[in-house]
Each structure stands twice: as structure tokens, then as C-alpha cells.
């Protein structure tokens, strides 16, 4: 085994050491460094080897038990990035609790099924302020009124207004204010309303009970209805409904009906 010298790369100290010392670590005699040996030179070169300062490998601090945790948020971004989270599931929730009060006038829903106190079903179609893809039923008028079921057990044309009726006492009501002078002049009529239409509406009005007491909601604007009334026989009128108003519970009638006019027309006067 042959000597040689190097020297340390920190102070600039010169050592000498046998060649079987070649890559062992070792601590510098002036500075006190770790620093590993060179290996060792050919026999024929002119030049001053120089160790190798030993760098103890860097170690990573232990990460956290919390699964999915990045090097972002030890710089103090993860903070950041789940209160973003948290804004957008926030935002995510109430657009979905909205939805069903802002949605657009055509989108689609589900029809629902009335049942009566009788037992008797029908399938209504869904609320929809949209009158473009309107079916009405053939069936008697049917749906919900202030979220009570609603089946139209009469039908009445008086001083030029529709009332359907529910109950032998009016307990659920949907009158329709058409000013018309005489309801016979109501036959062979029609009446689509949308809820942008700038000319004048008929009134509607909802009435349903409480305990004892009466209740009534009017709308002159917003809801969306299709009336069509058929030939006056017999003091009665026939017609089709569809009608949606624009309150919180979404009331919805839709279905035919056979209306009796409580106002014949009066004989003319004699001369």
C-alpha cells in the first residue's frame, strides 16, 4: 500500500494517509470536519487531491398522521386551500336549495300523484311556468292548493268569475276574476296567460282553512295558466284548466271541469 496526501476541502489542511484509507470518512486533525478520504492518485499525477466535506443527509420531517396532506400546506397553504374548499361546498349547497324557487320557467320536473280523502289517484303534471309543452289532463281538476290536496268537487261561473271548489263548505278555493259582464259570453273562450305578458290578467285567488279560520292569497301577475271554455247547454259550461301560481308551496290545478253559471242572462225589457 502506497501514501499520498489531499488536502481538506474546509481549512485547506494537508494530510497524508495510506491508499486503503480511499473513501472512508475520516475527521480533519485542524478543523475537526468529517470529510472523506480521495482516492488515491496514479503514480505519474502532479496535482493536490482534496477530500470531500461530509454533508449528513437531510432526514424530512415526519409528516402528519392526516392522510392526503401535501407540502403545501407546511408552507401554509393548506389553510388556504380547505377554506376555499369549504366556501365552494357552501356555495354548492345553497345553489341546490335554490334551485327549485329559481329555476328557468322550462325546466322539467316530475308529475306527482293527487289522492283524494276518497282514495282516488290522479297524476297531475309537474308545476311549470312554462305553458309551451302544456298537456292538460282529461280528467276532473285536480292538484294542490297552499300545499293542500285539491280535487275541484264543483265548479261555478258567477258575475263573470270561475270558482272551483273543494269541500261542501269552500274549505280549499281557486276563483278565477275574468270581468266578464255576463258568464254565458264566456263560451268558446280561451285564456293563456304567461307570466311576462304585459297586458292585463284576470285575478286569481286562493282560499283555504286554517283551524277556524278562512285564508286567501291573490296573485294579478306571475302565475302561468291555459283556460278554454267550451259551448253553453243548459245553463252549464264545460272547460279545460291549467294553472301554476308562483307561491312558495307552487300551487298547481290542472284537469276539465263542468262549470254551472249562476247568472242567466235577463229577459229583455218590455216596451
Not at 175 to 184: G, K, R, V
Not at 221 to 244: D, H, K, S, W
Request: glycine fraction near 8%.
Amino acid at each position: 500500500m502506497s501514501e499520498f496526501k489531499f488536502i481538506c476541502p474546509v481549512c485547506g489542511q494537508h494530510i497524508a494517509t495510506d491508499s486503503a484509507a480511499s473513501g472512508t470518512q475520516i475527521e480533519c486533525p485542524t478543523c475537526f470536519q468529517k470529510i472523506i478520504v480521495p482516492d488515491a492518485p496514479k503514480s505519474d499525477s502532479k496535482y493536490i487531491l482534496s477530500a470531500t466535506q461530509y454533508i449528513k443527509p437531510h432526514v424530512p420531517p415526519p409528516t402528519s398522521a392526516l392522510p392526503g396532506r401535501s407540502i403545501a400546506s407546511s408552507k401554509g397553504l393548506g389553510p388556504a386551500i380547505f377554506a376555499f374548499l369549504a366556501l365552494i361546498c357552501t356555495v354548492l349547497v345553497g345553489i341546490h336549495l335554490l334551485r327549485g324557487r329559481n329555476a328557468p320557467a322550462d325546466s322539467p320536473e316530475t308529475p306527482t300523484t293527487t289522492i283524494g280523502s276518497s282514495g282516488t289517484a290522479r297524476v297531475t303534471p309537474a308545476w311549470s311556468l312554462n305553458l309551451a309543452n302544456t298537456e292538460i289532463p282529461d280528467a276532473a281538476a285536480a292538484g294542490k292548493v297552499h300545499d293542500k290536496v285539491f280535487f275541484c268537487q264543483r265548479a261555478v261561473l258567477e258575475n263573470g268569475s270561475l270558482v272551483l271548489r273543494q269541500g261542501r263548505q269552500s274549505d280549499v278555493t281557486v276563483t278565477i276574476h275574468l270581468f266578464a259582464t255576463d258568464s254565458h259570453a264566456l263560451g268558446g273562450r280561451t285564456f293563456n296567460v304567461g307570466t311576462n305578458d304585459a297586458v292585463a290578467s284576470p285575478g286569481i285567488v286562493l282560499g283555504w282553512k286554517e283551524a277556524d279560520l278562512s285564508m286567501t292569497q291573490k296573485f294579478t301577475n306571475g302565475y302561468a295558466m291555459q283556460l278554454e271554455f267550451g259551448p253553453v247547454t243548459a245553463g252549464n259550461v264545460p272547460g279545460r284548466i291549467f294553472l301554476c301560481v308562483p307561491d312558495k308551496e307552487e300551487s298547481l290545478v290542472a284537469g276539465t271541469f263542468n262549470a254551472e253559471i249562476n247568472n242567466p242572462v235577463s229577459s229583455p225589457k218590455r216596451q
